[in-house]
């Protein structure tokens, strides 16, 4: 299983920019896809996921309403729209897949919880 993040790069404060994830050698449909992030001297944190069907969706507070995650089962791919940037949104993103349950709307927060892991792409946004 593969996953590769892209998409991110310098932008000024209420920018936008949107990260893609490719995944291949899985199973797309039988997993929940996430973005985390993780500043300099910080710990990896979750940003939103996306159940495995797309019907459900969840965001951590510091992000609702400025960033969409979304899914393309057509390409296995995973997308993460971001408007209104802020400098604090500055760090590395990382996408990861959860194998879940179809009847599974839980929202999985901890790094730990997913099985396979996208390199990270880098998201700068200036003041």
């Known amino acids: 299983v593969q996953l590769q993040a892209s998409g991110g790069g310098l932008v000024q404060a209420g920018g936008s920019l949107r990260l893609s994830c490719a995944t291949s050698g899985c199973s797309f449909d039988s997993y929940a896809i996430a973005w985390f992030r993780q500043a300099p001297g910080k710990e990896r944190e979750f940003v939103t996921s996306?159940?495995?069907?797309?019907?459900?969706?969840h965001y951590a507070d510091s992000v609702k309403g400025r960033f969409t995650i979304s899914r393309d089962r057509a390409k296995n791919m995973g997308y993460l729209q971001m408007n209104n940037l802020k400098p604090e949104d500055t760090a590395v993103y990382y996408c990861?897949?959860?194998?879940?349950?179809?009847?599974?709307?839980?929202?999985?927060?901890?790094?730990?919880?997913?099985?396979?892991w996208g390199q990270g792409t880098l998201v700068t946004v200036s003041s």
């Open positions: 990861a897949i959860k194998r879940t349950i179809v009847t599974n709307d839980n929202a999985y927060t901890i790094p730990r919880d997913y099985d396979y």
């Open positions: 996306i159940t495995r069907r797309g019907g459900v969706t």
